[in-house]
């Protein structure tokens, strides 16, 4: 036991008469307790040590084919109040979700040893740090949770001794059992269960549940925001450094943003960019005024494939120590892994996914789409000298966006904070394998919010409109981009990645007054010559082309706006269906 505090104990104790395990170990987050779980995972087969030159300390894992992605069919949000959950969220009475997913808990753990968990989402001594602790009976849990989160003695010094301010996570794999799998949020206690997963955002229950679904109910209460955004610092060659937080949905470019190499010309003139989140940020209003951002987190969990010398170098250097790899090909020559489109040279003596013998002619995939690194921010060379500031930054900007191959142009502005909070409410993104179901269908996902909203969808948004009348003229602008516009062949125009600090440094100039802008139907856009295009083989009449707002495609967006809309009746701030009416008005 590392502490005395009394609420923990107790809840400890009830935890253990229910799951029954064979042996209770508090994780106190020292290197020794950790190399201990680690070599026990190796001789179990859960782990597989990579080469110690090439990866240092870092590990494989394989989940079960079924066990590979969240499964938002089997996430629910049960609240007393089925309303409270609202028409985006699955719901199930408390009382009756205890006593289910109770059954199915009660002596999960015979024969197993039972981790208790402490952990701290946010920077150590930062007042808007929160403390949770996670029970769990997968090594793979606590060794991610130590990547992911600062782990040990640093949660329970911020809780204190007499404090009931913790966030109650119970995880067990069971069977892993798909049919009998359940992610289950409980806001109005603080608590969070999840069964028979032991595969990433199921059962990291620090990021995606409680960061999240949980702390956005939180901060609907407290007066701050839980959001599914990056955060990145921008430094021009004056050395100034401006933030921005981008929302964008799962597998959608979050991580690349965070960590962009800026283009050459860029570079030359002196900007750099550096990394304070990748995934999700708490947002508050800070004494200037200003809203300001921290992220919870204490490293990236993020998708392998596409991640590449090219593409991503930051994140590839992050993943060279003390990185856990989830579900890609390992390379037998060499004992290191590899994913589709890290180079162009599969291995041919490997191991795919599931753990078997891998052809790589055959046509199948090293790596599941899906698959992921865990690795320490500390690793990333451009991680923000402010990434353990306790204050957070102060954000200038807010992006949104997601995969839309026509229909939203590469950059606008809204015109001021409520048409932001529509232009956030209206996102609408092509489905990715980061979630269980079919691939590449357009959803609506507002702020890219949709899996992780831990209340009513219309209550948030009145809460962002609320967030900006405190606000008032010190709110970062809000923006929305789409790296992701198709040819008619289906290939991306814009050449992205990189490349996307040109269009964030429209928008950083736009927050500075420092250049104009074209009034369109749905927002202000770049004029063309804005968006600097030095360096790129693509020629201005291709940026007119992505920066295009075509009327008739919008006119459909509408009817389509309607009916996501439709869903939340009496509940949607008025403040929305005037942006509507707006917006209809300006495509006539
Ligand atoms: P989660 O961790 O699931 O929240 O994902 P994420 O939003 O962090 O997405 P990530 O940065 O990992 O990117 C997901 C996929 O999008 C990868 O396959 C990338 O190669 C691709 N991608 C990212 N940025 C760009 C871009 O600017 N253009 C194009 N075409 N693809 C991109
Ligand atoms: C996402 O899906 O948005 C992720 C991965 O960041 S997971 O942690 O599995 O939710
Ligand atoms: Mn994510």
Known sequence: MLTNNKNVLNWVDEMVALTKPDKVVWIDGSKEQLDEIRKQSVESGEMIKLNEEKLPNCYLHRTLPNDVARVEHRTFICTRNKEDAGPTNNWEDPQVMYKKLGEMFDGVMKGRTMYV????????????????????????????????????????????????????????????????????????????????????????????????????????????????????????????????????????????????????????????????????????????????AINPENGFFGVAPGTNLKSNPNALHSTEEGTIFTNVALNLDTNTVWWEGLDKNPPTNAINWKGEKWDCTDGSKGAHPNSRFTAPARNCPCISKEFNNPQGVPISAIVFGGRRAKTAPLVYQSRDWNHGVFVGSIMASETTAAATGAVGVVRRDPMAMLPFCGYHMADYFQHWIDMGQKLGDKAPKIFNVNWFRTDDEGNFIWPGFGDNLRVLSWILDRCEGKVDAVETPIGFGPKVEDINIDGLSIDETTVANLLNVDKELWKEEVGGIHEFYGKFGDRLPKELIAELQTLENNLE
């Open 117 to 292: 968990i402490p952990y701290l989402m946010g920077p150590v001594g930062s007042e808007f740090s929160k403390v949770g602790f996670e029970i769990t009976d997968s090594n793979y849990v606590v060794l991610n949770m130590d990547i992911m989160t600062r782990m040990g003695k640093d949660a329970i010094d911020q809780l204190g001794e007499t404090s009931n301010d913790f966030v109650r996570g119970l995880h067990s794999k069971a069977d892993i059992d798909e049919e009998k799998r359940y992610i289950c949020q409980f806001p109005e206690d603080n608590t969070i269960w999840s069964i028979n997963s032991a595969y990433g955002g199921n059962v990291l229950l620090g990021k995606k549940c409680f960061a999240l679904r949980i702390a956005s109910f939180q901060g609907k209460n407290e007066g701050w925001m839980a959001e599914h955004m990056l955060i990145l610092g921008i430094e021009n060659p004056q050395g100034e450094v401006k933030y921005i937080c981008a929302a964008f949905p799962s597998a959608c470019g979050k991580t690349n943003l965070a960590m962009l190499i800026p283009p050459e010309v860029y570079k030359k003139a002196g900007y750099k960019v550096w990394c304070v989140g990748d995934d999700i940020s708490w947002l508050r209003q800070g004494p200037d005024g200003r809203l300001w």
